[in-house]
């Protein structure tokens, strides 16, 4: 089968390899459909999380047909359309028995911290991911749900990571009626979490991003306010100024381990690695929200330690709430905001790539090139 | 105002959001939303028909955190620690726990010295690395390159010129070496 495969930072191909085998009685084998690029990916390209190994094939966003299954599955047969969440998780440990799925604690042995992610490096499991044409899926009786006929590919591919983590960053932020929200990145995850605060209630909501084509977005399918910080001396000021000088309610960080913003926090952490992510996003919404108020993460980072600005949470009387997203606990919710018109995850799409041309779609995606937002991948078997 | 007791007035009323904008408050009552309250307890909601996983059987002996009590049941299979940045990856896991910074300085290191074996091994085969096709840099001619980062004001402009140093120097670097070593052999032979 074809696959992408890491070469090392900013350095991808496609190979030859083989087809994964069932490893695990609850194993399926799936032939990719459609797979996506995501934020995530980029601190992988970029070389940044620990234990990245060349040879690994990329990849947590997927869709496909069920192919093969092992000897204990029940709930899925080859034939099926499944979507499979990015979190692989067990269903039964102590984490999943509660909701927490992206915490499974069955599934990766490498770390304790992290759950297990499709083609996220081995600090998440060592698990090849969906940009090939074939992946192995474990726990397929817990994790893959089947796609319903009314909805689209392009929509259904959306809500194995970008549309569910949205979401969640909202709910993360415990938006009540009439709440000013401020969504830090205007990327995916930020345009979906702008999307979902109005579901939510929320009185108002700003964006931020410094990508001129990514606010436009933000303007028109999220009907947000928007602001580009690199046109600001001092974004935080100015958004004293936008909130009557008391900050925001909510502010959500979509941007996690390579934010820009200040040349020295990015390049510590995104060119050279000494932290673990630039945390510019992160406290200039510890900075602008208003004290008392909440400040949601689903912006990623890495394990080692980045200079958060903890002072100004812990005097201000903050509530920081953060996970990765429980994707498949989002799903019925957001089938019903898909049915009923509320929300039309494919909006975002822009570029769809064949799986043979993907080293571009990654330096398209990470230099920000050609109004870029979200790149599909068109695996080559279909 | 913060200097005053009263909550902003509100720009748009709960009836001009409804009407301007799709699904408004459809999820006001935090019943709607999944993941509240954050922790759910129900263990039959996931589909899994277990207490306890079957165990995956275990091919090599695969490395993992000293934070875990046992091998989790299921695990990855790709890419075995194999070389140099193997010994240097199976060390850190077997020695550090995830709160140490050691643990994760040394797999950082271990994917930087991984990347060069593998850069040199490619020598050896019909396909070897290619930092310009691997990259995907090409696509700065087909796709917009400079129209994309200009006429906006964009904050990664100012670092963006590190990256092609960062993955290009060490490939400049190693065919210098590789030439001069090349000319130091050609004057040995003919002295
Ligand atoms: N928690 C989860 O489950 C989860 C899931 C998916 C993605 N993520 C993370 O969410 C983040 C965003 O993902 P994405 O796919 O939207 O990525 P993306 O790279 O497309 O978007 C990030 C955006 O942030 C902007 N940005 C950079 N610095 C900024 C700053 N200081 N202030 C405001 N905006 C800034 C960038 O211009 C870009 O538009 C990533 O860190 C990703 O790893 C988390
Ligand atoms: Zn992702
Ligand atoms: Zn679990």
Redesign the pocket.
Known sequence: MRAMVYRGPYKIRVEEKDIPPIEHPNDAIVRVTRAAI???D??LYHGMMPDTRVGMTFGHEFIGVVEQVGSSVRNLKPGDRVMVPFNIFCGTCYFCARGLY?NCHNVNPNATAVGGIYGYSHTCGGYDGGQSEYVRVPFADVGPGLIPDWLEDEDAVLLT??LP?GYFGAQLGSIVEGDTVIV???????LFAAKSSWLMGAGRVIV????EY?LEKARTFAHAETYN?AEYDDIVVEMKKATDFLGADVVID????E???NFLQHVTSSKFKLQAGSP??LN?AIDSVRKGGTVSV???YGPLFSSVKFGDAMNKGLTLRM???PVKRQWPRLLEHIRNGHLKPSDIVTHRIPLEHIAEGYHIFSA?LDNCIKPLVIPSAN | MPYTAHKPPRVRSNEELRAAIPGWGADLDPKDRPSVPKEQFDPEFSGAHWEFPERQPEKWPRERSIEHKFLTPVFGTTTPPKGLSGAIRKYSYKKYSEGRAAHWLLLLAADRVDAWEHHLASFATLRPDNPITETGVLSEFTRHGIASRTGTKR?DLNHQWIDPIIVGGPWILAGGLAIAAARRLARLRQT
């Open positions: 995501c934020g995530s980029l601190h992206s990571d970008a983590t830090f990145g205007a990327g995916p995850v930020g931020i991003d410094h990508l990514r910080f979509a941007v996690g381990a934010a820009d913003g510019i996003a200039w689903v912006g990623a996970n990765q997203c920000k | 904050a």
